[in-house]
């Protein structure tokens, strides 16, 4: 091989190396679509409605009847310290299949997650008069003359006391327009995201309602959407409820 043919050959060989070192940088990284799934709990069992089998921590035996709630402004972080958020809110009822499973448009890296971020109900840039006029939503209004806007939960059922069985109404909202919503942060919890689609599964403890850090008598929950105090005690027993189990691939 001549020189002049041996300089186009490495020329060549240079050309196409470069090529492929810049397509391989160039390469989008491996992306996977999101769904995020709620599972509501008592204890390590899946919630049963209207039945009168569950004791909590006070000792009340109670039912649940309904189940339904905001959840909003999810946000994921990334081992690198870079987060994904799901800008919009989500209605759930716990008697209702489809709203369990909150779509994503989103589209998350490969890789590991450290943390899981939301609201639950809605912040006070959401929660407007009339942002939500068709049902099922617009049956969470919250009552004008206690601030408007929307309940974040109605969680209803049944307590046994003695031969009878009373209501309790667990409502949280902006009471008076105090903002009772709940910045819940899952954090040091690590997944692993390795699937084209994914599932993240958060689970609720109905029983950490009444618990921890306030023991309630579901007998004492009931006409509670103008006691404040009583808001801020469900405020604070609802950081605890919430846990991500790990992100499952979807075949």
Request: aromatic share 12%; proline share 4%.
């Amino acid at each position: 091989m001549n020189f002049k043919a041996f300089t186009v050959l490495l020329i060549s060989s240079l050309f196409v190396l470069l090529l492929t070192s810049c397509k391989k940088e160039n390469e989008d990284p491996k992306l996977s679509s999101l769904q995020i799934d709620m599972l509501h709990l008592v204890k390590n069992d899946i919630l049963k409605f209207n039945e009168l089998i569950y004791e909590n921590e006070f000792g009340n035996q109670y039912s649940v009847s309904r189940l339904q709630y905001f959840v909003s402004d999810f946000e994921l972080v990334y081992e690198d310290g870079r987060t994904f958020k799901i800008d919009t809110a989500y209605y759930v009822d716990g008697l209702v299949p489809e709203t369990l499973s909150l779509k994503t448009d989103l589209q998350i890296p490969y890789g590991n997650y450290t943390a899981i971020r939301f609201v639950f109900g809605l912040d006070e840039g959401r929660n407007i008069n009339g942002a939500y006029p068709n049902s099922p939503e617009n049956n969470m209004e919250w009552p004008i003359p206690l601030g408007g806007g929307y309940h974040y939960m109605k969680l209803e059922g049944k307590v046994a006391a003695g031969e009878v069985q009373n209501n309790f109404q667990a409502h949280t909202g902006p009471t008076n327009g105090n903002q009772n919503y709940i910045e819940i942060s899952l954090d040091g919890t690590s997944f692993l995201v390795d699937n084209p689609q994914s599932l993240l599964v958060i689970g609720m403890d109905i029983n950490k309602w009444w618990a921890n850090p306030n023991l309630l008598d579901l007998n004492e929950i009931t006409m509670v959407m103008g006691n404040q105090a009583i808001q801020e005690k469900l405020r604070a027993n609802g950081r605890d409820v919430f846990h991500i189990e790990p992100l499952i691939g979807i075949h």
